[in-house]
């Protein structure tokens, strides 16, 4: 017999099955036991969260005839055939392979005619975001004049591409990314049932790696599995994930900690030769050193279970690095990261990197550094010598590198051979989840959010707490909520938590009633995002024009958080037109850009109003 992908042979059959969705199968589970079906739904979510689980869960549970609680039987012959996919009045369409008007007219022309086996005819349109504008059309007028017993079910990763007219005749649903512990649970679950040993720190490793798709973690964990059969261990799992072995890194860290350059650099070889790139290895350190500072501030920041190491790995790490080492080091990191992205010498650049992180602290950090004996300290003098003169020779060759032109980049035998791994993290922030929010952002909304975010705090965990401790709310709207962070390694922290995000939402739902999306973004790309927003939107050109809706919106931007002297608190500042809402937020050492940008935008009379 032939294997089956996990996610394929568990693909839920009810709702309850259905890991981290709560909300959206308990008011579809009601639709169905009060009847109250509506004829179109749009399930809005990132990819392997359950939308079209979901969807078929639904076209059986209002078809089936035997239906308890909601839930479909899954016995009948109606639940079959739909499950087996053979149910002729349930069409499921890919919109990315049939995105032609004709497609749509077609459906338009067979939705006229009535079920013939079941009660109702479901369609269900995958991905609709890739719909031409002909075809939007021609749905738009089937859902304008919906036949009887027809229901309609779209799902997309990108709702906003979908035109308004479209959403406003259909029934929301958006679905959450799955907590990593909710993905553990089910995995574990899983492997419970077909009675396959795991190491739970595998398990872990596999959850943070899916990054919020059940479908992803399934397909990691099958692929764990095809090392070896009936057991899931760390090793695996972490090749498969593509993270560098972390035993490994923690070498690597106490050789640069220790001023080692050369044994650091063989180290560096070694990770390199298990198939890592090296994009993909300044990421994990990068995070690793992240850990380590966020250990450092205090242990229960983090679960260690999950990062791969012991307890006493971390012990032994925290004595031998201050944490301006530490951020000098992530300082580097994200130097290089940049600059390689256009180069064809990756290992050129990760030997100057190491050399580099080997140097860094002696002087800078002596109050925090333990004593070294006097001999020691020669060793080291004369080793520093010999590093600047290796790192010297190396800069010149980045140099000459970087003026010769980039060609396109030819993966290495190793990149070729990699094992298929999770798509790869930049730090960046996700515009797609802002705008929707700045859209309807109103200065109202964030005050409310402020109101209540100390309650929403003491919902959350002590870490998770702690976490939110650098963060604010900086614009919010009813369906989402904007929260900066003033580290940026901290927001990558914070934006790689599902399960804080899920917290947070729910928390902030049981407080307002209101569903809200929970962004995060870093504080220092703050100013420049809401910047952009306005350009993208043409608020800035029409004021333009006019001289008094500036100055306004100076005092809007600048006198939110602290205002100088003589301007007014914001709670007692006039009503502004709404473009201006979206500019609520605290003020922040980033200002400084803000008003470079700001003058580039408004001219420089704006500059005047700010200065008084
Ligand atoms: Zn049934």
Redesign the pocket.
Known sequence: MSYQALYRVWRPQRFDDLVGQQIVTRTLKNAIITHQISHAYLFAGPRGTGKTSAAKIFA?AV?????KDGE?????????AITNGQLNDVIEIDAASNNGVEEIRDIRDKAKYAPTQADYKVYIIDEVHMLSTGAFNALLKTLEEPPANVIFILATTEPHKIPLTIISRVQRFDFRRISAEDAFNRMKYILDQKEITYDEKALWVIANAAEGGMRDALSILDQVLSFSDNEVKLDDALLVTGSVTKQLLKKYFLEISKHEGAAALDTMKDILDEGKDGQRFIEDLISFIRDILLYQELPSLISVESTGLKQEDFEEIVQLASSATLYQMIDELNNIQEEMRFTTHPDVYLEVLTIKLAQIDPQKNIQSAPTVSSDTNTEATKMIEKLQQEIQQLQQTVKQLQNTPVKASRPSPQQQNEQPRVQQKKVQVNLNKIYPVLENATRQDLINVRELWGDMLNLLSVPQRSLLHVSQPVAASAVGIIVAFDYPFLFQQAADDTTLLGNMESALQRLTGNERQVVFVPKDKWPKIRQDFIKDHGFGKNQQKTQPIIKQKTQATEGSGQPPAGTPAPMVEPPLPPEDEVLTEEKSPQEDNQVATAQKLFGSDIVKVEDN
């Open positions: 059986k078809n089936c005839h035997h239906s479909p039987c899954n016995e009948c012959e109606i639940c079959k």
